[in-house]
């Protein structure tokens, strides 16, 4: 936030003079909003002047947002993602469940890192997944089939 220390007080010369230029323009500003967005700005202010008109309820009210009543299990899966990312995801949300490691290119060459203190993560995987995966890790992946074939691997060690 920015306070402005001024000698004068009130509005400057330049504020009351963009006011009044925005004032007597009103109607044509108003007529080519609609114009650009094809009608919606004066269905969204009379939407807007209608629900201010609406009574407010008393007491509670009760918002259902949709979706299931009860969450549904995570179904988790491993996805290379992009950016080389190796990851556990909740196949139903999409959401990313663990970080296992990356797929670095060196010389030319794609390998997997996993995520240990000794390849420079900074949040290494857990001593179960490290010991489950540790083989893996330097493991050059030459093509895309083979890359199905790793994340294969990894969905069975991990019995997913």
Do not use: Y
């Amino acid at each position: 936030m920015v306070d402005i220390f001024s000698k004068k007080d009130g509005p400057r010369r330049e504020d009351v003079a963009a006011k009044r230029l925005i004032s007597e323009n009103r109607t044509t500003i108003h007529r080519l909003a609609d114009q650009f967005s094809g009608g919606e700005f004066s269905r969204s202010r009379t939407a807007m002047a209608k629900a201010k008109e609406e009574p407010k309820a008393d007491g509670l009210s009760i918002h259902i947002m949709g979706g299931p009543s009860s969450p549904t299990p995570p179904e988790p899966a491993v996805r290379v993602s992009l950016n080389g990312r190796v990851i556990v995801v909740d196949a139903n949300a999409g959401k990313q469940m663990q970080f296992l490691g990356q797929m670095r290119v060196k010389n030319g060459q794609k390998f997997f890192a996993l995520a240990t203190k000794e390849n420079g993560f900074v949040s290494p995987v857990d001593d179960d997944v490290e010991h489950l995966l540790a083989d893996l890790n330097g493991i050059v992946i030459e093509s895309d089939d083979i890359e199905n074939k790793f994340v294969g691997v990894i969905k069975d060690r991990l019995n997913l």
